[in-house]
């Protein structure tokens, strides 16, 4: 190619954001920038026209959202995955050009892309959070469409290099890194303790999650409540000491806290962050209600810290260093940033041994929580896990036996494979190295003649006697792609008109033939449009597109 940097678009939630996928945007692009080899923008999920927190980009960057007074919302709330970007996402491309997309989010954030009209001109990479098996299978077929593909952990690798029978082109597992220099062991933690309200010489089991029903609150607060039972059994004075710290939200999509403290008998023994929103100020408490006074400002305004009202990356660390050891606890997980985020404290880590999880245990030398059943969801169809509370209870007590200097041994070897396995920099070379030898040879150019298709003539409308044969026909003649015949849309369209109807949980809904051909047409109307506007390299005068433009010449 004659161009003298390879184009990167990155599609993700905005960089400045402190999302797990935003984190992880930031950190990548920032070193990719840094190395002055590629040309890189960012589509921003969340992301607004004139945002002022965009000044710390350095690269071009394409605004997805708009508020709500804007008259176009009524288009962007119209579909739950325009939050994702599917509403700009052509044009984007178009005005952009990249030689590279780039998604690392959820399989319904990113499948858009999939079907784009314009998916011939750039190589996709995806990296999506596999957290369970076995994974849907139009998700696996979206996976195999992709260039290439790398994963949050080796075990969600082996989940689909197994069920692609290896046809998958998996590169590498990247998994997020942590802020090293911030998430750090705090070695005399009583002051902290003290200025946070949390007993001097009291010990901590913590956890760091979203308050939400994978996320295994009830069975954690029972296993705790096994833990007090065994350490009074046996007269260890650590009986009465000991506290659970659950930083999490409520109210949330999720579980009644004060209703599980009634039923545990733990309304003295967990503690919460309040973070006030008035002041900032944080406070660890017992639960005293959704909000409480703030002991700073003395106003009403202390509320559990949440994702709309959370604490500073500097704050989490200092709550990370409260704990003394650290407990992740759920049915599945996509990785599960908090466990490295407590390793890089110096904290034991106690996790479920399924999912992504199995590579913490690995890697960081985690006590392994064993499964003690297996379920199938019935939203996603994938086998989750409830783990053994009992071992999770007599493992905690086993380390309040433990003597103080070898659980310090452990939390600073935690901290070492840390070190080693969750570097930013070790991950950012990872994508470098593969970004430097994409060959680009086989795919479209972005300047060459437009190729129009021919919709599907009204002869072709008759009922035909197979709809298999009558549809490969139409993706060779019309779509001109054979290969089409065996994605997942096409096949699934075929089954449903076949059977004369789909579920969708417990919704219902009549199909015939029609819908194949509908789709068949949409797909080259969209191929079409594309191609025209894409050969008249026609300029956009949308504000997200002279936006971008503008911050990246100045």
């Not at 969600?156 to 597992?173: C, F, H, M, P, W």
């Not at 009986?239 to 999509?253: R, V």
């Not at 890089?344 to 499964?371: H, R, W």
Request: proline letters at 4%.
């Amino acid at each position: 190619m004659n161009k003298s940097k390879l184009k990167i678009l990155m599609v993700s939630e905005a960089s400045f954001l402190s999302s797990g996928f935003a984190i992880y945007t930031r950190e990548i692009l920032s070193r990719l920038y840094k190395t002055n080899k590629y040309e890189i923008a960012e589509f921003a999920s969340y992301g607004l026209v004139n945002d002022p927190r965009d000044k710390s980009i350095p690269w071009k960057y394409y605004a997805n959202a708009v508020k709500e007074e804007d008259p176009r919302h009524k288009d962007y709330s119209s579909r739950g995955d325009n939050q994702f970007g599917r509403w700009r996402f052509e044009k984007v491309l178009l005005d952009f050009r990249p030689d590279v997309v780039i998604d690392i989010r959820d399989y319904w954030m990113s499948s858009y892309q999939a079907i784009s009209p314009l998916r011939k001109f750039f190589h996709w990479i995806l990296m999506p959070t596999v957290d369970s098996a076995p994974q849907q299978e139009e998700w696996i077929d979206t996976f195999l469409s992709a260039d290439s593909i790398f994963t949050y952990s080796d075990w969600g690798a082996e989940v689909l290099k197994n069920q692609s029978s290896g046809r998958i082109n998996y590169i590498d597992t990247v998994s997020p890194g942590v802020d090293l220099s911030t998430f750090t062991p705090i070695e005399d933690n009583k002051a902290l303790r003290e200025q946070y309200g949390v007993p001097p010489n009291s010990f901590v089991v913590g956890s760091v999650m979203r308050n939400q029903k994978r996320k295994l609150i009830p069975e954690l607060m029972a296993s705790f409540r096994k833990t007090i039972d065994i350490l009074k059994q046996e007269g260890n004075e650590i009986g009465e000491k000991i506290y659970l710290y659950l930083h999490t939200s409520y109210p949330d999509a999720g579980w009644d806290l004060p209703e599980l403290l009634k039923e545990h008998r733990l309304a003295n023994r967990v503690l919460f962050t309040y973070l006030c929103r008035r002041c900032a100020h944080i406070e660890s408490s017992v639960f005293v209600g959704p909000q409480k006074v703030c002991s700073r400002c003395l106003e009403k305004s202390m509320t559990f810290s949440s994702v709309t009202n959370g604490v500073s990356t500097e704050q989490l660390a200092k709550i990370y260093n409260l704990f003394d050891i650290y407990v992740q606890y759920s049915i599945c997980e996509g990785f599960g940033c908090p466990q490295t985020e407590a390793g890089a404290c110096g904290l034991p880590v106690f996790t479920v041994n399924y999912s992504a999880m199995c590579d913490i245990v690995q890697k960081l030398e985690a006590v392994s929580i064993e499964p003690k059943s297996y379920f199938k969801e019935l939203e996603t169809k994938a086998i989750r896990v409830y783990p053994d509370n009992d071992q999770l209870a007599n493992e905690i007590v086993k380390m309040c036996h433990m003597p103080i200097l070898e659980r310090i041994a452990k939390g600073q070897k935690t901290r070492q494979l840390t070190e080693k396995h969750y570097n930013w920099d070790d991950i950012a070379k990872k994508w470098e190295k593969h970004l430097d030898q994409i060959d680009l040879s086989y795919r479209s150019e972005w300047n060459v003649s437009p190729i129009y298709l021919e919709k599907i003539k009204k002869a072709f409308m008759a009922e035909p006697q197979s709809y298999f044969e009558a549809t490969a026909k139409l993706c060779s003649e019309h779509m001109r792609d054979i290969n089409m015949i065996s994605s997942m849309s096409i096949l699934s369209l075929l089954q449903y008109a076949d059977y004369g109807f789909s579920m969708h949980g417990t919704n219902i809904n009549r199909h015939d033939y029609n819908d194949v051909l509908s789709y068949i047409n949409t797909y080259i109307d969209n191929i079409n449009q594309s191609e025209s506007v894409r050969s008249e390299k026609i300029k956009f005068n949308d504000d997200f597109i002279e936006y971008a433009s503008i911050k990246a010449n100045t």
